[in-house]
């Protein structure tokens, strides 16, 4: 199983809005609708913010935003806060009772 | 409030085994499905298993050999046991959980530090 492949970075100014990508294979990200991205603040667990693609926890605002085409998966987040900043990752359902994440993506406010 | 909490030693010798449990706090450990995850530092994570709270867990194939899950229902646990350690198994490890047909991780512990070293 490899991992999903996320870029190492992304930045925006407060207000302006960053998307992140996540790339897999057709047996993961590109076969199956159950893609999900977590936000991870320093010292904290994990929070999902998107799952099954683009559907958003209740609490979630509706700045976070997520699609998908083919084997490419992308989280969106508009009108950037401060407390955005964080790191972001992706996870996708493999098969065979099995998942792979992304490598993660440090979210930077400027 | 329902929470996870990771625990074990922090620091663990080559060759010996790496044992580590999830305490779930505000509801039963029943009925939801129970994963680990790893980090290495400055790497992305590593899925390494999963297991209902019964039944058979799967595991990740690369680590198969060497990986032990089980759930004591009475103590609200999971655990985790991984052989033969290196160095390449330092990582931080969070456990999380997955609704029955839910496809997500909707609730993760912070996550603890093992590392390998002599």
């Known amino acids: 199983q490899s991992a999903l492949t996320q870029p190492p970075s992304a930045s925006g100014s407060p207000g302006q809005s960053v998307t992140i990508s996540c790339t897999g294979t057709?047996?993961?990200?590109?076969?199956?609708?159950?893609v999900s991205w977590y936000q991870q603040h320093p010292g904290k667990g994990p929070k999902v913010m998107i799952y099954?693609?683009?559907k958003r926890p209740s609490g979630v605002p509706d700045r976070f935003s997520g699609s998908k085409s083919g084997n490419t998966a992308s989280l969106t987040v508009s009108g950037l806060q401060v407390e955005d900043e964080a790191d972001y990752f992706c996870?996708?359902?493999?098969?065979?009772?099995?998942?792979?994440f992304g490598g993660g993506t440090k979210v930077t406010v400027l | 409030q329902v929470q996870l909490q990771e625990s074990g030693p922090g620091l663990v010798k080559p060759s010996e085994t790496l044992s580590l449990t999830c305490t779930v706090s505000?509801?039963?450990?029943?009925?939801?499905?129970w994963i680990w995850v790893r980090q290495p530092a400055g790497k992305g994570l590593e899925w390494i298993g999963r297991?209902?709270?019964?039944?058979?867990?799967n595991y990740n194939p690369s680590l198969k050999s060497r990986v032990t899950m089980s759930v004591d229902t009475s103590k609200n646990q999971f655990s985790l046991n991984l052989t033969s350690v290196t160095a390449a198994d330092t990582a931080v490890y969070y456990c999380?959980?997955?609704?029955?047909?839910?496809?997500?991780?909707?609730?993760w512990g912070r996550g603890t530090l093992v590392t390998v070293s002599s």
């Open positions: 996870s996708s359902y493999a098969g065979s009772n099995s998942w792979v």
């Open positions: 057709s047996s993961d990200v590109g076969g199956y609708n159950y």
């Open positions: 099954e693609v683009s």
């Open positions: 297991m209902y709270s019964s039944g058979t867990p």
């Open positions: 505000g509801d039963s450990i029943s009925g939801y499905y």
């Open positions: 999380a959980r997955r609704r029955s047909l839910a496809w997500y991780f909707d609730l």
